[in-house]
């Protein structure tokens, strides 16, 4: 996961799974989705590169 994204998504978790009040919910859930969204739009850049080489 995105660095810049994972302390706000971890919240909006936390918060998600106590809120009470519906709209709140609702409001937290969509601020979830839209940062989600985001996350999966951005380029991922690959952690490692691996290449099998031949052993003789």
């Known amino acids: 996961?995105?660095?810049e994204f994972t302390p706000?998504?971890?919240?909006?978790?936390?918060?998600?799974?106590?809120?009470?009040?519906p709209?709140?919910?609702t409001q937290l859930v969509e601020e979830?989705?839209?940062l989600l969204a985001?996350?999966?739009q951005k380029?991922?850049?690959?952690?490692?590169?691996v290449?099998?080489?031949s052993v003789a």
């Open 8 to 21: 706000r998504i971890q919240e909006l978790c936390a918060l998600i799974a106590q809120e009470k009040d």
């Open 1 to 3: 996961m995105t660095h």
């Open 32 to 34: 979830l989705n839209r």
């Open 43 to 49: 380029p991922q850049k690959p952690v490692a590169v």
């Open 38 to 40: 985001e996350k999966d």
């Open 23 to 25: 709209r709140k919910f």
């Open 51 to 53: 290449k099998a080489s």
